[in-house]
C-alpha cells in the first residue's frame, strides 16, 4: 500500500536529472522532455543561470515574510507590468492563489459577484479556481461550489452576450485553453469580449498561467490577441521550475487590494523572486521571444509536412502546440515515451507539446521523428 494518496495517475518512470530538454530515469535512460512540467520549466532542466541565482541567493536569504518591505518584488514587479495595461503585481506559489488573487480582486472592486467563465478551461483545484474552471470531471464529488460562475461556450458570441447582465463583475478565460485541448481564442470573440467589457464595464480576467511567460512566442498571450485585460494570472512558466504565481492588475484596482484585504505567507519569498527574475531577464529578450516564435514555425511546418492532415489537426502558439489525433492518444503517448520522448495529453484526443523554449533544432528533429514514426504507425489504414 502507498505511503502517497494516489491523486495522480502516475506513469512508472522515475526521473533522476535533468539537464537542458532531457531528462534520464533512475535506469540511466534518457528522454526528450517535450513537457516541461507542463510548461514550467521554460529554461530547460538546470540552467546555469537559474542555479546561480538559487545558490546565490540561498546563501543570502530565502525567507522573511511579507512584514518587510521587498525592492526585490518591486522590480519584479516593474518588469513584469512594463508595456502591459497593468500597473501592479501580488506574488504568490502557484497558478490557482493566482486565480483566487484575481477572483477575489474582481468581485471586491466591483462589488458584484457574477464571473463569466468557459467550458473546457482550466483555472485550478482551490474552491474558486475550481468552481471557475468549465470541466465537470475536476468538480466532480466536491458538494456545492462558488454559484456565481457562469460557464458558456468558448468562442459564442451569442452566448456571451446572453450571459451578460447588470451582475456580471468580470470574464475570465484562458487566451489559449492549454489543459482543455489547446482551443486558440477567434479574433471575433476576443473583439466581442474587448466591446463587452468596454460598453458595460465589465473587468476581463485573463489567465495565463500556462501560456505566460515567453510559452506563445509573446511576453503573454493576450498580447497576440485582441485584448485589453484588466487582470491576469501567472505561473508555471514564471520560476522555471521554482514555484512562484503572480496577479498582475490595472492602476484603477490599487486601492481595492489595500492592507490587510489578501495574503500569503510565501509568496514572492526572495529566493522565488530571485528565480523569477532570472527567468524574466532571459525570455524577455527580443531576441529569445523571436527565436520561440522561429521554432514554433519549424515545428508546426515539420509536423503538418510529416502528419496527414485528413486525420491530425496541428495548432496552438509558439511552444504550446496540440496535435489533435483520431483515436484514444494515451497508447501512442506510451509508445512515444518508450522511444524516448515524453508527451502529455491535453483535454480528449490532443496530444501537447510543451518542450523547454530553450529546446534545440536538433532536439525537434528527433521528437518529430519519434512522433511521425508512433502517429502514423498507430493510425488504421482507413480511419
Ligand atoms: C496549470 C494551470 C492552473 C493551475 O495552476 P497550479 O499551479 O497547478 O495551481 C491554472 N490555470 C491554467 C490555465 C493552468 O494551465
Not at 500500500?1 to 539537464?19: C, D, E, T, W
Not at 471586491?108 to 463569466?116: C, D, E, F, L, W
Request: proline share 4%; aromatic share 8%.
Amino acid at each position: 500500500m502507498s505511503a502517497l494518496f494516489q491523486n495522480y495517475a502516475r506513469r512508472p518512470v522515475h526521473i533522476v536529472k535533468g539537464q537542458g530538454t532531457i531528462v534520464t530515469d533512475a535506469t540511466g535512460k534518457d528522454y526528450l522532455d517535450f513537457i516541461s512540467g507542463i510548461a514550467v520549466v521554460s529554461l530547460g532542466h538546470a540552467h546555469p543561470a537559474i542555479v546561480e541565482a538559487i545558490q546565490k541567493q540561498s546563501e543570502k536569504l530565502w525567507h522573511v515574510s511579507n512584514l518587510f518591505e521587498s525592492p526585490e518584488q518591486e522590480q519584479l514587479a516593474a518588469t513584469l507590468v512594463k508595456d502591459t495595461p497593468f500597473a501592479h503585481a501580488f506574488f504568490c506559489n502557484s497558478g490557482a492563489e493566482a486565480n483566487e488573487a484575481a477572483i477575489k480582486l474582481a468581485r471586491k472592486h466591483t462589488q458584484k459577484n457574477v464571473i463569466i467563465t468557459f467550458e473546457q478551461s482550466f483555472h485550478g483545484r482551490t474552491f474558486g479556481a475550481m468552481s471557475a474552471t468549465g470541466q465537470d470531471k475536476v468538480k466532480q464529488g466536491f458538494g456545492p461550489l462558488l454559484e456565481t460562475f457562469r460557464t458558456i461556450p468558448y468562442n459564442d458570441k451569442k452566448q456571451l452576450e446572453a450571459a451578460i447582465d447588470d451582475d456580471v463583475a468580470a470574464i475570465m478565460l484562458e487566451a489559449i485553453q492549454g489543459e482543455g485541448g489547446v482551443h486558440q481564442l477567434d479574433p471575433d470573440f476576443a473583439q466581442a469580449i474587448t466591446d463587452i467589457c468596454q460598453a458595460k464595464g465589465i473587468l476581463l480576467i485573463v489567465d495565463e498561467v500556462q501560456t505566460g511567460i515567453g510559452r506563445t512566442g509573446t511576453r503573454y498571450a493576450f498580447e497576440q490577441a485582441n485584448l485589453t485585460p484588466d487582470i491576469m494570472t501567472l505561473a508555471k512558466g514564471l520560476g522555471g521550475g521554482f514555484p512562484i504565481g503572480a496577479m498582475l492588475g490595472s492602476s484603477e484596482l490599487f486601492t481595492s487590494f489595500g492592507p490587510g484585504t489578501h495574503g500569503t505567507t510565501f509568496g514572492g519569498n526572495p529566493l522565488a523572486v530571485a528565480v523569477a527574475k532570472t527567468v524574466t531577464d532571459i525570455v524577455f529578450q527580443e531576441a529569445f521571444l523571436q527565436e520561440v516564435k522561429e521554432k514554433s514555425d519549424y515545428l508546426m511546418q515539420k509536423l503538418q509536412v510529416a502528419l496527414p492532415k485528413e486525420q491530425f489537426t496541428i495548432r496552438g502558439s509558439g511552444l504550446l502546440l496540440g496535435i489533435e489525433c483520431p483515436g484514444d492518444v494515451v497508447p501512442l503517448i506510451q509508445q512515444a515515451e518508450k522511444a524516448g520522448l515524453l508527451l502529455v495529453q491535453a483535454g480528449g484526443n490532443v496530444i501537447r507539446l510543451l518542450p523547454p523554449l530553450t529546446v534545440t533544432y536538433e532536439e525537434m528533429d528527433q521528437a518529430i521523428d519519434i512522433l511521425s514514426s508512433v502517429l502514423l504507425a498507430e493510425q488504421p489504414v482507413n480511419a
